[in-house]
């Protein structure tokens, strides 16, 4: 470590950064990140993949003054994505996407009912799918 503090006694002691970031930004980064890990944990649990967290911490001098330091941080949360369910379409003739294969013969006289049934249009008999 080259950069230390020296205590009354001569040894050098290095400030644990759990200290430090308790005070970035007034504390509000220390909040954030834990937010974060926790958010990230549970949708990991939720969807099974991975995602990240990326903490960046910039320090430069500021100007006129190399003793005081401006510091600022970022806080850059990748949460895993939960799948998508993909969708079947067919193109029409011209492009267009349907959901109904223009190869497929249409039956005009029979529609599906609630309960796997068909009913007839122009009877009104109806018919178990099978």
Same mark, same amino acid.
């Given at each position: 470590?080259?950069?230390?503090?020296?205590?009354?006694?001569?040894?050098?002691?290095?400030?644990?950064?759990?200290?430090?970031?308790?005070?970035?930004?007034?504390?509000?980064?220390?909040?954030? @990140?834990?937010?974060?890990?926790? $958010?990230?944990?549970?949708?990991?649990?939720? =969807?099974? %993949?991975? #995602?990240? !967290?990326?903490? /960046?911490?910039?320090?430069?001098?500021?100007?006129?003054?190399?003793?005081?330091?401006?510091?600022?941080?970022?806080?850059? @949360?990748?949460?895993?994505?939960? $799948?998508?369910?993909?969708?079947?379409?067919? =193109?029409? %003739?011209? #492009?267009? !996407?349907?959901? /109904?294969?223009?190869?497929?013969?249409?039956?005009?006289?029979?529609?599906?009912?609630?309960?796997?049934?068909?009913?007839?249009?122009?009877?009104?008999?109806?018919?178990?799918?099978?």
């Amino acid at each position: 470590m080259t950069d230390t503090t020296t205590e009354g006694d001569g040894d050098a002691h290095v400030r644990p950064f759990a200290d430090w970031l308790r005070e970035q930004a007034g504390g509000k980064s220390h909040d954030e @990140l834990s937010d974060a890990v926790y $958010d990230l944990v549970q949708r990991v649990k939720d =969807t099974g %993949k991975k #995602g990240s !967290l990326v903490y /960046t911490i910039n320090i430069g001098p500021m100007k006129g003054d190399k003793d005081v330091l401006m510091i600022d941080d970022q806080i850059k @949360l990748k949460l895993p994505e939960h $799948d998508r369910k993909a969708s079947l379409f067919y =193109t029409d %003739k011209v #492009g267009n !996407l349907t959901r /109904t294969d223009p190869n497929q013969l249409v039956f005009e006289s029979l529609r599906e009912v609630e309960g796997g049934q068909l009913v007839d249009v122009q009877t009104g008999e109806l018919r178990e799918v099978t």
